[in-house]
């Protein structure tokens, strides 16, 4: 499986997207989340080694996303195992690459081992 990258630019500085993911309150509102669904867990712990779980309920069923993260390197890099377990024993690997530029920064996605099923919405 190759790996999958989405670039998206942001009108703020790298710092405050860098934190975003590492934020429970922020990162509850858009990291995995669904527009039916409902974040009923979010629980960072933002250190290598650490562990993430962030649980929407959807149509009534709970769906954890899990992960470890391997490196964080603020602002500019965050790397992160990612796994559903609801729906795959796959864990695959997920890197954001940061950059600044004039009016904000950079972001980058990139996600090592999705499979095909999920490559679309990775994009998204």
Not at 22 to 51: E, K, N
Not at 81 to 101: L, M, N
């Amino acid at each position: 499986m190759p790996a999958l990258s989405v670039t998206r630019s942001f009108p703020f500085p790298p710092d405050r997207v860098f934190d975003a993911w590492l934020d429970p309150a922020r990162a509850s509102r858009f990291l995995f989340a669904t527009p039916d669904g409902q974040m009923v867990r979010c629980d960072i712990d933002a250190r290598v080694g650490g562990r993430f779980n962030l649980t929407d309920r959807r149509n009534g069923e709970d769906v954890e996303h899990v992960g470890t993260y391997e490196e964080i390197r603020r602002p500019e890099r965050l790397v992160f195992t990612f796994s559903v377990p609801k729906y795959s024993p796959v864990v695959t690997r997920v890197a954001i690459d940061i950059v600044p530029t004039t009016h904000g920064c950079e972001l980058t996605l990139t996600h090592e081992g999705v499979l095909d099923e999920w490559a679309e919405a990775t994009r998204k």
